[in-house]
T-cell receptor, first 116, second 113 residues
Framework: GAGVSQSPSNKVTEKGKDVELRCDPI?????LYWYRQSLGQGLEFLIY????????KSGLPSDRFSAERTGGSVSTLTIQRTQQEDSAVYLC??????????????FGPGTRLTVL | AQSVTQLGSHVSVSEGALVLLRCNYS??????LFWYVQYPNQGLQLLLK??????LVKGINGFEAEFKKSETSFHLTKPSAHMSDAAEYFC???????????FGKGTMLLVSP
């Protein structure tokens, strides 16, 4: 597609359940990023992929969070045993993966996760 | 580590008035700076970016920002606000080493008729 797409757009789950969030980056973009946007914390970086590898996972808040990317394209963010504080909008972005300032990140519309 | 601070969580202007959204950065290396806009229930859209080529950067929708090293600032301006400019604006800095962004807390721009 023309832009970054994410699914689902909204997800309501019960505390303790696992959820999977999907991101389809722009075709040809080798870099992919996950961010979380919440009222109290603003926009936080979670994880960065270059190809299928994740050189920077420093933003993942706990070991309940994991992400993978296959085929250098689609990425899935998984949250296990969800907690209410996981409620947020999860944003995905992709970029060409060029070094330095020319590498602009393009964002998807996000997945709004609500944990009851 | 790089960081950005946005002054004012909310800014209100009248339609036709000057828009000024403030962003100050902290960086030990020359920073690469960005402004993004987020309309309700949408993702972030790039407005403009500073890449050291020119201190005055022009972006989309009539916005521009000026990089001032002496003031460590990268304020966003627009000469005349339009109702459609109402949105949340985020300043961000590119982290050295990798391509991840550190965002400010955001400023909600309210435009009244």
């Amino acid at each position: 597609g023309a832009g970054v797409s994410q699914s689902p757009s909204n997800k309501v789950t019960e505390k303790g359940k696992d959820v999977e969030l999907r991101c389809d980056p722009i075709s040809g973009h080798t870099a992919l990023y996950w961010y979380r946007q919440s009222l109290g914390q603003g926009l936080e970086f979670l994880i960065y992929f270059q190809g299928n590898s994740a050189p920077d996972k420093s933003g993942l808040p706990s070991d309940r969070f994991s992400a993978e990317r296959t085929g250098g394209s689609v990425s899935t963010l998984t949250i296990q045993r969800t907690q209410q504080e996981d409620s947020a909008v999860y944003l995905c972005a992709s970029s060409l993966g060029l070094a330095g300032e020319t590498d602009t990140q393009y964002f998807g519309p996000g997945t709004r996760l609500t944990v009851l | 580590a790089q960081s950005v601070t946005q002054l004012g969580s909310h800014v209100s202007v009248s339609e036709g008035a000057l828009v000024l959204l403030r962003c100050n950065y902290s960086s030990s290396v020359p920073p690469y700076l960005f402004w993004y806009v987020q309309y309700p229930n949408q993702g972030l859209q790039l407005l403009l970016k500073y890449t050291s080529a020119a201190t005055l950067v022009k972006g989309i929708n009539g916005f521009e920002a000026e990089f001032k090293k002496s003031e460590t600032s990268f304020h966003l301006t627009k000469p005349s606000a339009h109702m459609s400019d109402a949105a949340e604006y985020f300043c961000a800095v590119l982290n050295s080493g990798y391509s991840t962004l550190t965002f400010g807390k955001g400023t909600m721009l309210l435009v009244s008729p």
